[in-house]
């Protein structure tokens, strides 16, 4: 066990993340640290697994980073299945993402628009001349001393396309290591009276990046969906403590 398992929270029961259902479609708010379909090494809980002893049909449509909270949904029938990701490869899907980045920044509906290359073995660069056309919209949100709620709009859907596209606005998202994010700790902020315990080791605010996929609206068939998933405690719990100590 590394030590990125450790601190990962006990998983929620699958049922309780379901923000909408009906005949042929379930919405979940994606808890972090859960793979979307299954990794290769072994046996490690996934939303498709998870989905799939809920409804043995279930399909997931598209794909959250693992440390990545919100908004998946999933076919409970390969029609609705095919009708969903027609919508994802003709990028008729509006979906919106919060993140926190280091620094404040003032986006007014900046587009990124740099391809990105996909380097095999989740790595993902920037390259001109070879990258698929990656596009970003971005949105400043509320503005701390240090920090800035984001919020990203994505056209295309590249791994990795949010954080690398901000990390190139030297705005990385607090925690991403991989993009140079550094993670938050209370001790940073709080500068009056914050003590830890003898011997102990201070822990971030946030185990991991913060960025959640807060909204989505797609058509499918003829019936208009829009979905939002709430802030899951982690980035609800930085973005308080940002609001008391950084604002």
Do not use: W
Not at 32 to 46: I, K, M, N, T, V
Not at 96 to 102: E, K, M, N, Q, T
Not at 160 to 176: E, F, K, P, S, W
Not at 207 to 225: K, Q, V, W
Request: proline share 6%; net charge positive; hydrophobic share 35%.
């Amino acid at each position: 066990m590394n030590n990125h398992d450790r601190y990962a929270p006990k998983l929620p029961q699958f049922a309780e993340q379901i923000i909408y259902e009906d005949d042929n479609l379930i919405v979940i708010n994606k808890p972090p640290f859960l793979a979307s379909l299954d990794e290769r090494e072994g046996g490690e809980p996934s939303v498709l697994r998870l989905a799939k002893k809920y409804h043995p049909d279930a399909q997931v449509c598209h794909r959250l980073d693992k440390e990545t909270s919100g908004v998946l949904l999933i076919a409970k029938n390969p029609e609705t299945y095919r009708l969903v990701s027609i919508e994802f490869e003709r990028r008729r899907v509006t979906k919106v993402y919060h993140a926190i980045i280091g620094g404040t920044h003032v986006f007014e509906d900046l587009l990124v628009d740099l391809p990105i290359l996909n380097l095999g073995n989740k790595n993902v660069t920037i390259d001109r001349a070879n990258g698929k056309r990656a596009e970003t919209y971005f949105n400043s949100l509320r503005y701390f001393k240090h920090f800035t709620l984001v919020e990203c709009r994505p056209v295309t859907g590249r791994m990795h396309q949010i954080r690398i596209h901000l990390a190139t606005q030297q705005a990385a998202i607090v925690g991403d290591t991989l993009y140079h994010g550094k993670p938050v700790y209370l001790s940073q902020i709080k500068k009056r009276g914050f003590s830890l315990g003898r011997g102990k080791e201070e822990q971030p605010i946030m185990r991991r990046f913060a960025l959640h996929a807060h909204e989505l609206r797609l058509t499918i068939g003829d019936s208009p969906y829009h979905f939002q998933a709430p802030y899951p405690k982690d980035f609800a719990t930085l973005l308080r403590q940002l609001e008391k100590y950084d604002d």
